[in-house]
């Protein structure tokens, strides 16, 4: 059965989660554990990889065709450039997959764009989804989407993480500099707290899910007052429900928190504050709501360079929402020019999407000028 997938529509992002062990944390596979074999059915491309090499560094990347992440695949390949003479190797393995033959035609239409190892994990013919290789190393380690990805340095994991958050660790275990028993230790915590978390998950988003805003607030409260350190875990649908229960002041509180839990976390702003300014919500956002998700959302862009279209998007709908449709108008073409460039398929529904926005936005400028003379 292919894992169940989630779609996370404050970031326009599908991330797919699959079956949870249930050991316990401490003995989930972690930093510093030998690395598992690899399992493949089927190379694609780039130089073949059946063992981890001593004195080597490895990336192995899982992913799928039907949840590729736009900006993930063209960051490994510069990684892959950047650290070639380093000795460090990079791998993506194509696991969860529906349809195995449509693997090689995405994998070729990417071209130089994907510049680096790939191959399919393997799998039963009648059950593709079900990989060896993922199971071994993604359910086994407790990670519950992908992409996600593995640094192998001599034959131990020393890194798990999301690709696009890989820059500092590669760079820290490439020179030297990364101490792997101290990142364990911090991982098992993180876990540890994840699992906690699921104890009191399904009644929160059940609720949140009917609508019941302050039933969820109450099972949050109750969760923090059992765990304090789930209050983080916790900060964006605490400000979800607040918002959606007009508790203006108490949310502009937990969104400030949020601008400093995030800061330096473009994704997780861009998460946080989508809700604010997503252009499907019927009632106006307060303003003050509206300027503070901006300059979560401006921040979430610096961090970016401007190159991310699911934030550049984002960041349109909160210029819209604060009344400057000049500011959504360039905001959202720089999205659309991003997005020609990283999805290639015209008939993805996010180019329509997003230039109906800027039609949206292009009309509201024209009002505005009309006002103003």
Known sequence: ???????????????????????????????????????????????????????????????????????????????????????????????????????????????????????????????????????????????NGIPTAFVIQDGKIAWIGHPLELDRPLAAIVAGKWDIAAEARKRLEAKTLERKARAFRDRVETSYRAKDYGGALAAIDEATAKEPALADEYAKMRFDCLVELDRTDAALKVGERMLNLYHDNAMALNNAFFSVVDLTRQKEPDPRLARLALEGLLRANELTKGHNIYILNTLAQAQYRVDDPAGAVATQEQAIRALEAQVTNKSHPFHRTYRQQLDMYRRAEARKSRRAS
């Open 1 to 143: 059965m292919r894992p169940l997938l989630l779609p996370l529509l404050a970031a326009l992002t599908l991330v797919a989660s699959h079956a949870i062990t249930t050991a316990r944390a401490d003995e989930i596979l972690n930093l510093g554990d030998p690395a598992p074999p690899l399992s493949l059915s089927k190379w694609l491309k780039g130089e073949k990889i059946d063992h981890f090499a001593p004195g080597r560094i490895y990336v192995v990347e899982f992913w799928a065709t039907w949840a590729p992440s736009p900006k993930a695949i063209p960051h490994l390949t510069e990684l892959a450039h950047k650290y070639r003479d380093r000795g460090v190797r990079i791998l993506g393995i194509d696991s969860y997959e529906d349809d195995p033959n449509q693997v090689k035609p995405f994998v070729d239409q990417l071209g130089d764009r994907m510049d680096y190892s790939v191959a399919m994990d393997r799998a039963p013919a009648d059950n593709p989804s079900q990989g060896a290789t993922a199971r071994a190393w993604l359910e086994a380690s407790d990670e």
